[in-house]
């Protein structure tokens, strides 16, 4: 991601995160698991918490690869945008908001552009 290239960018992030099962943690979709419902038998309950305890580890390293990932297909000039930023969802929205709108001003410039260009005379 250079500044000029969100889209395209944005794009290959998707696939290359979704082929290794990242997006999810950076679209928002995959959310840390919930406790497990108390039972009435003690051991059950031990082993329930330990396995949880381990579901919640697997989150939070996943999610932290998603934004090591993201941190390093962008340009330097970007970390300020996702300074004290620990989610990958986030940092996407984060990015998002930098460079849609830019998109949507450089494609608005490029128009004027195109209208502001003088016809051809006809030369028949």
Known sequence: LDG????QWATGF????????????????EKE??????LMDADQ???RTEKHG???QVYKQRRLLALSAMS????????????????????WTALEKKYL???AIRFNQYLDRLFTIPK???SS
Request: hydrophobic share 35%.
């Open 101 to 103: 709108p830019q998109k």
């Open 120 to 122: 051809a005379h006809d």
């Open 45 to 47: 309950n031990i082993i």
């Open 54 to 56: 381990e579901r919640v």
């Open 72 to 91: 390093t297909a962008i340009d330097v000039q970007d970390f300020v945008h996702l300074r004290d930023i620990d989610d990958p969802h986030v940092a």
């Open 14 to 29: 998707k696939m290359w995160s979704g082929g290794i099962g990242l997006w999810p943690y950076v679209n928002g979709d």
């Open 33 to 38: 698991p919930s406790p497990p419902a108390t």
């Open 4 to 7: 000029s290239n969100y889209s």
